[in-house]
């Protein structure tokens, strides 16, 4: 089974409103990390956000926050004002504690249309 | 402070060479990861290493592939003989080993074998 779930391969959202990027994950682990990364065209990996399992608020940095459910194995980014910088491809990921590896969801590729 | 570090960032190179990747991890990191990203098979980690000792080398494909990390600030990708299924872009990330670390990547080395 997999471990992340990015069920959405492809979204287009007009500029300026805020998208919601899905992710859930399988773990029985109590103590693991999700984040969130960034492709663009360009190629590089970039770190966006990064909630622990044991935080109690969700993670924000700028425009990106991340909606953890924990019940529900829910890890969902959220873009607000999107821009067309944010056309990209993107990739939630967990680390569970006691394991050096991280999972990769197969990503969602976003579009931004002015 | 310096990223990950890697070289070449473009490498074309016939069928049959030899190519060495080269990375160079965040200062302090004491986790070390590539993976290979091609189109069909998504975002796999070939090795990692912690402490500059392999510890689960899994994902490398073939004995084609071979990876050294001689100290804690560099470390190698080889594949030789090349072949043209080879061609992908080769990622290396670093991380602390503590907790539930974030791993960071660098830009990406973009093989071509022809």
């Known amino acids: 089974a997999q471990k992340i779930t990015q069920t959405q391969p492809g979204m287009f959202v007009q500029e300026k409103e805020a998208v919601t990027l899905d992710c859930t994950y399988d773990t029985s682990d109590q103590s693991y990390g999700l984040f969130w990364y960034k492709q663009p065209s360009s190629g590089e990996m970039i770190f966006l956000i990064y909630?622990?399992?044991?935080?109690?608020q969700n993670a924000t940095e700028g425009r990106y926050s991340l909606n953890f459910q924990k019940a529900r194995k829910s890890a969902n980014l959220v873009i607000s004002a999107s821009q067309l910088g944010d056309s990209a491809m993107y990739f939630c990921?967990?680390?569970?504690?006691?394991?050096?590896?991280?999972?990769f969801g197969k990503g969602t590729r976003l579009h931004i249309l002015p | 402070d310096a990223g990950v570090i890697q070289s070449p960032r473009h490498e074309v190179t016939e069928m049959g060479q030899e190519v060495t990747l080269r990375c160079k991890p965040i200062?302090?990191?004491?986790?070390l990861f590539w993976y290979r990203q091609t189109m069909m098979r998504g975002l796999e980690l070939l090795i990692y290493f912690n402490n500059n000792v392999p510890i689960d080398d899994s994902g490398m494909p073939e004995d084609r592939f071979s990876a050294k990390m001689p100290n804690a600030s560099f470390s190698t990708l080889k594949i030789q003989p090349s072949e043209p299924r080879d061609s992908a872009v080769y990622f290396c990330?670093?991380?602390?080993?503590?907790?539930?670390?974030?791993?960071?990547f660098g830009p990406g080395t973009r093989l071509l074998v022809l």
């Open positions: 990330a670093s991380s602390f080993r503590t907790g539930i670390e974030t791993q960071y």
């Open positions: 200062s302090g990191h004491n986790s």
């Open positions: 909630q622990g399992s044991y935080d109690e």
């Open positions: 990921a967990m680390r569970e504690r006691g394991d050096d590896k991280i999972i």
